[in-house]
């Protein structure tokens, strides 16, 4: 399976940005959809956002529709997520995940590598 470490978490106060990067290493992510969820404490996994293996077709949770961006960098095999207007609900800590598939999906079991995770804390 691919390797994936995520990076650029940090603290930011509520209305500011942010850019979670995840990079990928020992398989190419060229030909998977990718995905971002989030877990905040005493909270269950939620899906946040995925994209297709080509970036041209992407999904948000409704949550963060219209605040937060996803993309993709084949040639650099790494994903990224912007996120934009973050509120305190959105402190969590951030996963980078790869689908089974092209496509891409929001079920967790369909993705079957997972990064470590990055932690997001957002002030009021």
């Known amino acids: 399976q691919v390797q994936l470490v995520e990076s650029g978490g940090g603290l930011v106060q509520a209305g500011g940005s942010l850019r979670v990067s995840c990079d990928a290493s020992?398989?190419?992510?060229?030909?998977?959809?990718m995905g971002w969820f989030r877990q905040a404490p005493g909270k269950e996994r939620e899906f946040v956002a995925h994209?297709?293996?080509?970036?041209?077709?992407?999904y948000y949770a409704d949550s963060v529709k219209d605040r937060f961006t996803i993309s993709r960098d084949n040639a650099k095999n790494t994903v990224y997520l912007q996120m934009n207007s973050l509120k305190p609900e959105d402190t969590a800590v951030y996963y980078c995940?790869?689908?089974?598939?092209?496509?891409?999906?929001?079920?967790?079991?369909?993705?079957?590598?997972w990064g470590q995770g990055t932690q997001v804390t957002v002030s009021s």
């Open positions: 020992g398989r190419t992510i060229s030909m998977r959809a």
């Open positions: 995940a790869a689908h089974r598939g092209l496509s891409g999906s929001s079920r967790d079991t369909d993705f079957d590598s």
């Open positions: 994209i297709s293996w080509s970036g041209s077709r992407t």
